[in-house]
């Protein structure tokens, strides 16, 4: 079974929005979105815990991006609004599965197949 699986992925306008989802089938204590555009390294994105209520974004998505969770569903959720063509990237979600809320791949775990945002001028 694949610990995580992402969707929600697609083609949009500049300015446009998305939102992505992450179903987890594994226990982690923080979950993370990164992305990766093509001739470029994978960029920390946002992360977020189970069971507090502290996120972490990076600058360049800071007052666009939200990232939130259904624990319920145990399911992350990646809403991108105002979105630039510089957003275009495949999107990773991530899992860690000990304590602490970090921007860096190296501290995660987990990783989904990937979906690709697509963002047009």
């Known amino acids: 079974q694949v610990p995580l699986v992402e969707s929600g992925g697609g083609f949009v306008q500049a300015g446009g929005s998305l939102r992505l989802s992450c179903a987890a089938s594994?226990?982690?204590?923080?979950m993370g979105w990164f992305r990766q555009a093509p001739g470029k390294d994978r960029e920390f994105v946002a992360a977020?815990?189970?069971?507090?209520?502290?996120?972490l974004y990076a600058d360049s998505v800071k007052g666009r991006f939200t990232i939130s969770k259904d624990n319920a569903k145990n399911t992350v959720y990646l809403q991108m609004n105002s979105l630039k063509p510089e957003d275009t990237a495949v999107y990773y979600c991530s899992g860690r599965r000990a304590r602490g809320l970090f921007g860096s791949e190296g501290n995660y775990d987990y990783w989904g197949q990937g979906t690709q945002v697509t963002v047009s001028s």
């Open positions: 977020t815990t189970w069971n507090t209520p502290s996120t």
């Open positions: 594994v226990r982690t204590f923080s």
